[in-house]
Protein backbone atom coordinates (compact mmCIF):
# COMPACT_ATOMS: atom_id res chain seq x y z
CA UNK A 1 0.00 0.00 0.00
CA UNK A 2 2.30 2.55 0.54
CA UNK A 3 4.28 1.80 -2.49
CA UNK A 4 1.34 2.63 -4.09
CA UNK A 5 0.85 5.37 -2.35
CA UNK A 6 4.10 6.57 -3.35
CA UNK A 7 4.10 5.74 -7.30
CA UNK A 8 0.46 7.69 -7.47
CA UNK A 9 2.04 10.52 -5.58
CA UNK A 10 5.40 10.94 -7.97
CA UNK A 11 2.91 10.22 -10.93
CA UNK A 12 0.72 13.16 -10.23
CA UNK A 13 3.95 14.93 -9.94
CA UNK A 14 5.83 14.16 -12.85
CA UNK A 15 2.20 14.64 -15.02
CA UNK A 16 1.78 18.01 -13.39
CA UNK A 17 5.23 19.43 -14.12
CA UNK A 18 5.72 16.96 -18.18
CA UNK A 19 2.15 17.35 -19.40
CA UNK A 20 0.10 20.33 -17.58
CA UNK A 21 3.39 22.50 -16.90
CA UNK A 22 1.94 23.55 -13.53
CA UNK A 23 5.39 23.70 -11.59
CA UNK A 24 4.20 20.69 -8.79
CA UNK A 25 7.41 20.67 -7.73
CA UNK A 26 8.51 23.57 -5.86
CA UNK A 27 11.38 24.94 -3.60
CA UNK A 28 10.21 22.37 -0.66
CA UNK A 29 7.59 19.85 -2.14
CA UNK A 30 10.66 16.86 -2.05
CA UNK A 31 11.23 17.43 1.21
CA UNK A 32 7.92 17.63 3.03
CA UNK A 33 7.14 14.64 0.28
CA UNK A 34 9.86 12.75 1.95
CA UNK A 35 9.25 13.86 5.12
CA UNK A 36 5.70 12.64 5.09
CA UNK A 37 7.33 8.67 3.87
CA UNK A 38 9.34 8.87 7.09
CA UNK A 39 6.34 9.55 9.53
CA UNK A 40 4.20 7.05 7.49
CA UNK A 41 6.89 4.44 8.21
CA UNK A 42 7.29 5.42 11.64
CA UNK A 43 4.00 5.55 12.16
CA UNK A 44 3.35 2.17 10.58
CA UNK A 45 6.13 0.47 12.33
CA UNK A 46 4.74 2.05 15.98
CA UNK A 47 1.12 0.69 14.81
CA UNK A 48 2.65 -2.90 14.45
CA UNK A 49 4.29 -2.61 17.53
CA UNK A 50 1.35 -2.08 19.34
CA UNK A 51 0.00 -4.92 17.89
CA UNK A 52 2.33 -7.43 19.26
CA UNK A 53 0.47 -5.75 22.58
CA UNK A 54 -3.16 -5.62 21.90
CA UNK A 55 -5.90 -7.24 19.90
CA UNK A 56 -6.79 -5.43 16.81
CA UNK A 57 -10.64 -5.09 17.56
CA UNK A 58 -9.05 -2.32 20.51
CA UNK A 59 -6.13 -1.10 18.98
CA UNK A 60 -7.85 -0.06 15.47
CA UNK A 61 -10.96 2.04 17.77
CA UNK A 62 -8.45 3.50 19.46
CA UNK A 63 -6.08 4.55 16.59
CA UNK A 64 -9.29 5.67 14.50
CA UNK A 65 -10.76 7.91 17.67
CA UNK A 66 -7.68 9.78 18.91
CA UNK A 67 -6.51 10.49 15.25
CA UNK A 68 -10.14 12.30 14.96
CA UNK A 69 -9.49 13.87 18.02
CA UNK A 70 -5.52 15.32 17.40
CA UNK A 71 -6.82 16.31 14.06
CA UNK A 72 -9.51 18.22 15.10
CA UNK A 73 -7.12 19.61 17.72
CA UNK A 74 -4.25 20.58 15.49
CA UNK A 75 -6.73 21.99 13.38
CA UNK A 76 -8.05 24.79 16.95
CA UNK A 77 -4.56 25.17 17.30
CA UNK A 78 -2.71 25.55 14.10
CA UNK A 79 -5.56 26.73 11.61
CA UNK A 80 -7.70 28.14 14.68
CA UNK A 81 -10.71 26.19 13.80
CA UNK A 82 -13.58 26.48 16.49
CA UNK A 83 -15.01 23.32 18.51
CA UNK A 84 -18.63 23.35 18.90
CA UNK A 85 -19.63 22.31 22.54
CA UNK A 86 -21.65 19.29 20.36
CA UNK A 87 -18.04 18.38 18.94
CA UNK A 88 -17.47 18.59 22.68
CA UNK A 89 -20.07 16.19 23.66
CA UNK A 90 -18.98 14.13 20.37
CA UNK A 91 -15.66 13.82 21.89
CA UNK A 92 -16.40 12.51 25.11
CA UNK A 93 -19.14 10.24 23.54
CA UNK A 94 -15.95 8.74 21.29
CA UNK A 95 -13.97 8.24 24.36
CA UNK A 96 -16.15 6.73 26.63
CA UNK A 97 -17.70 4.08 23.20
CA UNK A 98 -13.41 3.46 22.84
CA UNK A 99 -13.31 2.56 26.84
CA UNK A 100 -16.60 0.77 26.96
CA UNK A 101 -14.78 -1.46 23.87
CA UNK A 102 -11.45 -1.78 25.83
CA UNK A 103 -12.90 -2.88 28.56
Avoid at 55 to 69: D, E, Q, R, T, W
Avoid at 82 to 92: A, W
Amino acid sequence: MFVINALTLWLASWISVNWLNIGFVVDGFWPALFGGIFLFVLSLGAYSMVLTKLNLSIAYPIMVSMGLILVTCASYFLLNETIRPLQIVGFLLIISGVWFVAR
